[in-house]
């Protein structure tokens, strides 16, 4: 069974002339658990939108979007943010560390709405992650590359299913690229997560066993590359 | 990481702006609990600080500078009164205990205050409390030259037992001024809490006839300190009668403590000032919470953001925020306390010093519970906004 299944999801957004536009307009797609995919897209393929829509932040219009059984578009926006905290990791192109909080604390608040947090496993986390030693480290005082290393394992602290990788490497130098993906998918094996990894970095295609390309996925972003969409 | 710790790092992230508003919570806490605790306090000490007299007759004057000149030692004597005068109203039969008091000079700047030695060995100054002299010493006799010494100035000029001194003429401290004549001081009393503390007490006939006083006014005294007989409650309405509607030469104050309190009743256009200030600082320091989250808001949207995808529901994000203003209030009241601790005992330690009134800041006032919570629903209040702006905050638009 597909940890995660997508059938004939619609998500549209007004138009500056009025209207709605389709950013996103996906028949089928499935992933395995344990899976990696790299989704692969230009700008404005709706790429953020659809990871959006299966972490439930972004509500579709039309269409189901079912993960581990539960079909995420028919939950109460209480029920998909409790569904976020417990299956869902998420890693982000800007990190989005918060500056507030210790190295340590960031990989907790990674866990802490769903089943809690526990400071051994965030510690184990970033000894993965090779900043054992740097936990009490605040953001700032940190390198784009260990930035997006704490990221990595605050997506994996509440144990998901499925972790969405959001150009995670597009901020970083080729050498801090290859290590944080190398990380995200180690990781992810290791901890029998599905990866659904967003990147338009053609370099990547060897390093995922499945590749799709969002304008082939999605009918919306076709549209788009062909002049019909938004962008 | 519970809400209440995302709300510490929260403040702990805007620092300054923080220590800002808590300091703003806390001088206006500070300020409702001193405008209305503490002056609630002073009224009710100085009122009950009346020596455990219920009426002074003093010369013809007012009734305040008579009470402040002969309960309180303040202010000056608005003249004499005959030695006859005080000799007849003893006779009073509702007139349980009468005790005549003179002053008019000083020792370096303390006021002596004569009188006769049963005011300090028979007379309660309040319930079931009587002048003790400490270890050591003994209260004066009549016609020495023998001096008792309130607490508050044996402990400020070092006064002891054997000392001696000139007294100086007038209330004000003036060193050319000074009496040949010598006391010697012979006890100290132990501390009253009341401005019995801070005067030096000699016999009545020493300042009568002390080197350079009037001899016409030998047997002269300043006023007569009346305690009334128990159930004697007409005997104030029949004094006031005769010596203040009938008479024209002496004024009695009656009830000696109503007049203090009448005073305090003048003043009150002052405390309306404080009040409103204090009403001021409390919606700025209101005001400042609300615009230091409301205006962070923006930059913390993505923090928000962030929160939220990362599984925090809605309601959370607005605690958190909420929080943060409770949290601020919190910090500002518990300042706050301490701010009025430190002002009641500076101020206390002042009112004793010039009037021997002790105060007590913590005296159980309901000042002391309102002020505090009326700070804190301000803080709520204030928080409302900010957190409702949390609340509504646009997730996606806002993931950088």
């Not at chain 1, 995660?4 to 709605?20: A, F, Q, T």
């Not at chain 2, 054997?162 to 001081?185: C, M, Q, R, W």
């Not at chain 2, 409301?294 to 962030?306: F, G, L, P």
């Not at chain 2, 925090?312 to 409770?326: N, Q």
């Amino acid at each position: 069974m597909a940890l995660l299944s997508i059938r004939d999801l619609v998500k549209g957004y007004p138009s500056e002339w009025g209207g709605l536009v389709d950013v996103v307009n996906i028949t089928a797609f499935e992933l395995q658990p344990g899976e990696q995919v790299l989704l692969q897209g230009e700008s404005g393929s709706g790429k953020s939108t659809l990871l959006n829509l299966i972490a439930g932040i972004v509500v579709a219009d039309s269409g189901e979007i079912v993960l581990s059984g539960e079909n995420i578009i028919s939950l109460s926006e209480s029920a998909r943010d409790t569904h976020r905290a417990r299956s869902l990791g998420y890693v982000f192109q800007n990190f989005n560390l918060l500056n507030g909080y210790s190295c340590l604390e960031n990989v907790e608040l990674g866990m802490s709405f769903g089943a809690g947090a526990d400071r051994d496993y965030a510690l184990q986390l970033l000894a993965r992650v090779g900043l054992a030693n740097r936990h009490n480290y605040r953001p700032d005082q940190l390198s784009q590359g260990q930035k997006q290393r704490v990221a990595i394992a605050r997506a994996l602290a509440n144990r998901p299913k499925l972790v969405l990788a959001d150009e995670p490497t597009g901020n970083l130098d080729p050498t801090n690229a290859a290590i944080a993906l190398e990380l995200i998918q180690s990781l992810c094996r290791e901890n029998g997560a599905a990866l659904l990894f967003v990147s338009h970095d053609p370099q990547l295609l060897s390093k995922f066993g499945r590749f799709i390309d969002l304008a082939e996925l999605n009918q919306a972003a076709c549209l788009s590359s062909k002049g019909g969409g938004i962008e | 990481m519970s809400p209440v710790a995302m709300a510490f790092r929260g403040v702990r992230e805007r620092r300054v702006s923080s220590i800002i508003t808590i300091l703003a919570v806390a001088l206006a806490c500070s300020l409702l609990m001193l405008v209305w605790a503490f002056k609630k306090e002073a009224e009710q000490s100085f009122a009950g600080a009346n020596g455990g007299f219920d009426a002074v007759l003093g010369p013809r004057g007012s009734k305040l500078q008579i009470v402040l000149n002969a309960l309180y030692h303040l202010d000056e004597s608005p003249g004499l009164m005959k030695w006859k005068d005080f000799e007849q109203l003893t006779k009073y039969p509702a007139i349980e205990a009468a005790y005549p008091i003179a002053v008019g000079d000083n020792y370096r700047g303390y006021r002596l205050v004569g009188t006769v030695s049963d005011y300090l060995s028979k007379h309660s100054y309040a319930e079931d409390r009587n002048f003790e002299v400490e270890e050591g010493g003994t209260l004066f006799e009549e016609k020495s030259m023998n001096a008792v010494v309130g607490n508050l100035v044996a402990r400020r000029l070092g006064m002891e037992v054997g000392d001696t001194f000139h007294p100086y003429h007038g209330l004000i401290y003036n060193e050319s001024a000074k009496h040949e004549e010598i006391y010697t001081v012979t006890g100290i009393l132990k501390p009253t809490g009341t401005p019995a503390d801070k005067v030096i007490w000699i016999p009545i006939s020493g300042i009568q006839t002390m080197s350079g006083h009037d001899p016409k006014a030998a047997t002269d005294i300043s006023a007569a300190l009346l305690k009334f007989k128990q159930g004697a409650n007409m005997a104030g309405f029949q004094l006031d009668m005769l010596y203040n509607k009938q008479g024209n030469r002496l004024t009695l104050a009656w009830p000696a403590n109503r007049t203090i309190v009448q005073f305090f009743d003048k003043i009150s256009w002052f405390d309306k000032i404080l009040q409103a200030v204090a009403a001021l600082v409390a919606i700025i320091a209101g005001g400042s919470i609300l615009a230091i989250l409301y205006n962070t808001m923006n930059e913390r949207k993505r923090d928000i953001a962030v929160l939220r995808a990362l599984g925090a529901k809605r309601f959370t994000v607005f605690t958190i925020s909420l929080l943060e203003a409770v949290g601020m209030t919190l910090a500002g009241v518990v300042a706050g306390f301490v701010v009025y601790s430190v002002l009641g005992f500076a101020i206390g330690e002042v009112v004793q010093r010039e009037t021997g009134v002790l105060l007590n800041p913590f005296t159980g006032n309901a000042a002391m519970i309102w002020a505090p919570l009326g700070m804190l629903g301000i803080g709520v209040l204030s928080g409302l906004l900010p957190s409702l702006k949390a609340y509504r905050t646009d997730v996606s638009k806002n993931l950088s």
